[in-house]
């Protein structure tokens, strides 16, 4: 459904520290950097046919996070999960919510974590067991 998801940042060396280490505990690599026509730096991790970017705004404006707005990331296990909250944390990123764990609700059983990366974007870590 989705081609990619783009977030902006006002620090993208911040940004991309942290997300090397959290996109990292998922399987991806080493983003591609990209500099827009615009001279504004952009940066692609690309894993399991997802692209996830970072961008410093090309209007010039401050970025900022959507309010109720959240990205969720695909994990193998709980155990992932839980890395994926840890090395946010360790990296700049803000636990919320609750802490990572089983979750029961009307979609069932599922492992969560919520973190906000350094620029305040909510994401989640998400394991749908069996």
């Not at 459904?1 to 998922?26: C, P, Q, T, W």
């Amino acid at each position: 459904m989705f081609s990619h998801i783009m977030v902006g940042s006002n620090d993208i060396e911040r940004a991309k520290h942290f997300y090397d280490a959290v996109l990292g505990s998922l399987g991806a690599g080493e983003p591609i950097r990209n500099k827009a026509d615009s001279g504004h730096t952009r940066l692609f991790y690309r894993h399991a046919g997802s692209t996830f970017c970072l961008t410093e705004p090309i209007n010039g404006e401050g970025a900022t996070f959507a309010n109720g707005g959240t990205i969720g990331f695909t994990c193998t296990s709980a155990e992932q999960v839980k890395a994926f909250h840890d090395i946010a944390v360790a990296n700049g990123g803000k636990s919320i919510e609750d802490p990572p764990g089983l979750r029961e609700g009307g979609m069932g059983a599922m492992h969560l974590a919520y973190v906000l990366d350094p620029d305040g974007h909510k994401l989640c870590a998400i394991y749908r067991g069996k």
